[in-house]
């Protein structure tokens, strides 16, 4: 059992810039990949980023590639969303998620833990 805990939420002005921090309970976190996702309201939650257990492999989705930067710490149990040139679209809850077979995936059906989530607010 895997418990995440999203935090570094908060309201920024466009352009600016925020980390999240998905930290997790439990000794396999080095075992998992971990994925970011995003949510607002009337719509599907949709895909972000995905980082590899190892931290070997990620993949972005094209509309945050080149601005966000996914990481992991596997000694702290805890990954990272690094997001930069922030723009209002990019508003929603983020919720990270852990893929138990370690290679991550862009369907969210393939996460078997997910956090609680954290508001992102961009102001423009």
């Known amino acids: 059992q895997v418990q995440l805990v999203e935090s570094g939420g908060g309201l920024v002005q466009a352009g600016g810039s925020l980390r999240l921090s998905c930290e997790a309970s439990?000794?396999?976190?080095?075992?998992?990949?971990i994925g970011w996702f995003r949510q607002t309201p009337g719509k599907e939650r949709e895909f972000v980023v995905t980082?590899?257990?190892?931290?070997?492999?990620?993949y972005y989705a094209d509309s945050v590639k080149g601005r966000f930067t996914i990481s992991r710490d596997n000694a702290k149990k805890t990954a990272y969303l690094q997001m930069n040139s922030l723009k209002p679209e990019d508003t929603a809850i983020y919720y990270c998620?852990?893929?138990?077979?370690?290679?991550?995936?862009?369907?969210?059906?393939?996460?078997?833990?997910w956090g609680q989530g954290t508001q992102v607010t961009v102001s423009s």
């Open positions: 998620a852990a893929d138990t077979t370690g290679w991550g995936n862009v369907d969210l059906a393939s996460f078997d833990y």
């Open positions: 439990g000794r396999a976190f080095s075992n998992y990949a």
């Open positions: 980082i590899s257990w190892s931290g070997a492999n990620t």
